[in-house]
């Protein structure tokens, strides 16, 4: 990976651009002039036509993979195809190469401006898992909620806790996110009642892509994890908390987090993170040996948090944590999610859990930033507080990984809260 490091594409690309030549995520687009839905990659301020490139030939396809409305045609082709493939186009962007370079009418064929492009989900979702694997956050949670002396519950550190979530509800960045009604019950109050929810709250999370499917009744051994990994999405777990509160007990969270998920529409491969593995955090104590191996990787990857109000003129920083944070792998959430034989799909997703560092200023909720509304948070441009979002508010969520002179970054993920609809 070291050798790509110096490489510059013949495309103007700000040094400060989360999509360098050494980042090429990809997605599904689609234009004004060419409504059709096909995949791209993304390149400074550029989508790259992918279903152009292949059908002239460029891109080294046995068959179109690029031509339909989603990735999973390319997923299916698997691992060794997906780095041989990104290799490729690192190599025909590159500044040496004049195949592109010098033909300016398949550039003009080829570049989109992001500006003028729609961008979608990236493959259809068919299952959605989201995991608690922060142990910061989840010492949080457990103090504000459950016993300050033992904050994390007793199963915490021998596995991945989880839950299924509700893919039909995960919208691409951008997509305006409507307060929920629900159940709340006041701590005051003797029984519940049906109000729109007043604790609306943002988690900051990055997700992982399967890329392959499994055999229902085989586990996936935590050594070929790693195959099944198509790339990751930076996430918004929109969380409702007074709903949350009253319905959690005892299987855990369901409409307070069913009623939307924003997600970025570009993924980023694991050769692109590759530059900026570290190793993961020592468990203690070890987990069980299906949750052992050699392979213990995160990434360092800047998770930042802005919010900006209806009165600010400017998006604001409220946090700034760092993927390298989480206790769990993607690794290991993805085998023990199918220990017991449960098979995954392409297309599935899996969530993080909110990602929190030690310091304050790194907690990746409103709840922990708040500190479930007992330290209201700040805002320097107007003086406003805040301990949960209120209409107008706009969430802004940023992943990078800093290299020397460029960046790798998962893309900006939005979201403004709308008011709650009558019913």
């Known amino acids: 990976m070291t050798k790509d490091l110096g490489k510059r594409s013949f495309l103007s690309v700000a040094a400060d651009s989360s999509f360098s030549l050494q980042n090429l995520p990809l997605g599904v687009f689609s234009t004004r002039a060419n409504s059709t839905r096909r995949v791209g990659a993304r390149l400074g301020d550029f989508v790259i036509d992918l279903a ?4 002239r030939g460029l891109l080294g396809t046995a068959h179109p993979v690029f031509q339909g409305p989603d990735l999973t045609a390319f997923m299916a082709l698997g691992h060794l195809a997906w780095a041989a ?56 949670v457990g103090i504000m909620f459950r016993d300050k002396e ?109 009623f939307a998920t924003s ?17 993961a955090v020592v468990q203690d104590p070890e987990p069980l040996a299906y949750l052992r191996g050699t392979r213990r990787v995160q990434y360092d990857m800047q998770l930042e948090v802005l919010l900006k109000t209806g009165r600010m003129q400017r998006f604001e920083r409220i946090s700034l944590s760092n993927f390298r944070n989480l206790y769990w792998t993607m690794d290991q959430q993805l085998a023990h999610h199918t220990v017991t034989g449960c098979n995954v799909r392409r297309g599935d997703l899996m969530a993080s859990g909110t990602i929190s560092g030690a310091d304050p200023s790194s907690y990746g909720s409103m709840l922990e930033l708040a500190w479930a509304g007992t330290k209201p948070l700040r805002l320097q441009e107007t003086g406003e507080s805040r301990i949960f979002l209120e209409d107008g508010d706009e969430i802004l969520l940023r992943a990078w990984c800093q290299g020397d002179g460029y960046r790798v970054g998962l893309g900006d993920v939005t979201g403004v809260v709308l008011p709650a609809r009558k019913i």
């Not at 152009?52 to 059908?55: D, I, N, R």
């Not at 085989?218 to 709903?243: C, H, K, M």
């Open 150 to 258: 033992n904050p994390l519950l007793p199963n915490w550190k021998h596995l991945p806790v989880g839950y299924h979530g509700r893919s039909s509800s995960i919208v691409p960045s951008g997509t305006p996110i409507l307060r929920p009604h629900g159940q709340v019950k006041g701590g005051e109050e003797a029984t519940p009642s049906f109000r729109p929810c007043a604790q609306l709250d943002f988690e900051l999370e990055v997700a992982f892509w399967v890329g392959k499917d499994s055999e229902l009744g085989l586990p996936i051994p935590l050594s070929q994890a790693s195959e099944y990994l198509f790339g990751v999405t930076l996430l918004n777990d929109w969380s409702a908390r007074d709903i949350q509160r009253w319905e959690y007990v005892p299987l855990g969270p369901f409409v307070s987090k069913s």
């Open 52 to 55: 152009f490139l292949e059908a």
């Open 263 to 279: 997600i970025s529409p570009w993924i980023v491969s694991l050769e692109a993170l590759a530059p900026f593995a570290v190793e």
């Open 85 to 140: 493939f990104r290799a490729r186009l690192m190599m025909l962007l590159g500044a040496e190469n004049p195949v592109l370079r010098d033909d300016s009418a398949a550039l003009a064929s080829c570049l989109v401006a992001v500006s003028e492009a729609t961008l979608y989900l990236p493959a259809p979702i068919g299952d959605y898992t989201d995991f608690y694997s922060s142990m910061e956050h989840a010492r949080n």
